[in-house]
T-cell receptor
């Protein structure tokens, strides 16, 4: 069965520090993974997808099939990065399985 | 801020009552979804519909029902059989059925409280 795990419910860093939000998955097929973000009082929205190999707002995420991970990283965190982050795995068709979410707080 | 709209924003219901949450999209998307969001549990899929007049159960469909009579509308009914209905409900849509562009677009959500 498909499963996405985000081991940290809460993560707190200082402005300018590196940040890594962990995501591990289990899936028998070829995975397609995404990171979604929900800023305070805003809608949940797509941050990035692994297939595009893009960097959005300074964030990157590399798919590591050997470790079944898709960790989200940013070298220098900013206060505006404070938000809830969800890792998601695409199932058959267009379904997504979401992780439990990590609340990131970037302190000044 | 169009695209996907959900109404109402807040909803209160007494135990034993059914209630229907509205979700409308003007993006011409084929697929639509309903999730509930609970603290520490992430988003869990209730129902989804890939095309008009068709829908499938998600992971936690018990106590819920849906319909998809129009492409732009996907209402969710929370029935009295749902044992723990107090939650934040999110509606989403996707352009294609199983294509590359699987980005889901989300509505603003409805917070349901059972009194």
């Amino acid at each position: 069965a498909q499963r996405v795990t985000q081991p940290e419910k809460l993560l707190s860093v200082f402005k300018g520090a590196p940040v890594e939000l962990k995501c591990n998955y289990s899936y028998s097929g070829s995975p397609e993974l995404f990171w979604y973000v929900q800023y305070s009082r805003q809608r949940l929205q797509l941050l990035l997808r692994h297939i595009s190999r893009e960097s959005i707002k300074g964030f990157t995420a590399d798919l590591n099939k050997g470790e079944t991970s898709f960790h989200l990283k940013k070298p220098f965190a900013q206060e505006e990065d404070s938000a809830m982050y969800y890792c998601a795995l695409k199932n058959s068709g267009s379904r997504l399985t979401f992780g439990e979410g990590t609340q990131l707080t970037v302190n000044p | 801020d169009g695209g996907i709209t959900q109404s109402p924003k807040y909803l209160f219901r007494k135990e034993g009552q059914n209630v229907t949450l509205s979700c409308e999209q003007n993006l011409n998307h084929d697929a639509m979804y309903w999730y509930r969001q609970d603290p520490g549990q992430g988003l869990r899929l209730i129902y989804y519909s890939q095309i008009v007049n068709d829908f499938q159960k998600g992971d936690i469909a018990e106590g819920y029902s849906v319909s998809r009579e129009k492409k732009e509308s996907f209402p969710l009914t929370v029935t009295s059989a749902q044992k723990n209905p107090t939650a934040f409900y999110l509606c989403a849509s996707t352009p294609g059925l199983a294509g590359f562009d699987n980005e889901q677009f989300f509505g603003p959500g409805t917070r349901l409280t059972v009194l």
